[in-house]
């Protein structure tokens, strides 16, 4: 399975300073580069890293951010229930392409210490992004692809510059769970681009980065 990569906070962080992040440095060239054109903002939900993977050829599999990582029980079974082998087939759209992996968050009681915020009594899987073979998916056929399993995708907050979309993370704004503090916010370019390397241009920011 394809871990997911690491998304890079906005500022370069002050270790020295309980890794307090500088907001006058930029933690990569390319957000000082885009930070006038317009970003696409989805909130961070609070919880843990999912990958649900599918190749036609070898079944199904579910797994944490890393290979090691431990999937509680009670979310093990709701992932079962979410995603039977035929539904996960019938989301490959395309002939040329034998598996998914789907990205997203599970959340909800007992899952980080505000997981009972989002649900008080269960857990749940939330969808942030979908390969298909080697293509990300863009959000209106990860749409689609939500829509063929019957799940949440998480939220466009708003739109908009780089640092508007860090000035909103931190004065903090409510959660599209409930009226409680959103975690922060995942941004990209509105029309998504790459690196030299190949690594997707994306980037986040938390409430918590200034408190």
Known sequence: MKEY????????????????????????????????NEWVWTEKVDGTNIRVDWVRS???KFGGKTD?????????????????????????KTEDADSLTLYGEGYGAKIQKGGGNYICDGVDFVLFDVLVGDWW???????EVAEVLG???????????????????KFGFKSEWGDFQAEGLVMKPSCELQTRSGHRVITKIKYKDFV
């Open 58 to 60: 070898v079944g199904r």
């Open 5 to 36: 990569h690491k998304i890079q906070t906005v500022f370069k962080r002050d270790m020295s300073n309980k890794g307090k992040v500088i907001e006058t440095e930029f933690a990569l060239p390319v957000f000082d580069f885009l930070k006038g």
């Open 137 to 143: 998916l863009q959000r209106e056929d990860m749409l």
């Open 151 to 169: 799940l949440r995708t998480v939220p466009i907050v708003g739109s908009g510059k780089l640092m508007e979309a860090v000035q909103r993370t």
């Open 68 to 92: 090691n990582a431990q999937i509680p029980a009670r979310l093990i079974a709701r992932l079962e229930e979410l995603f039977p082998p035929e539904k996960l087939d019938a989301a490959i």
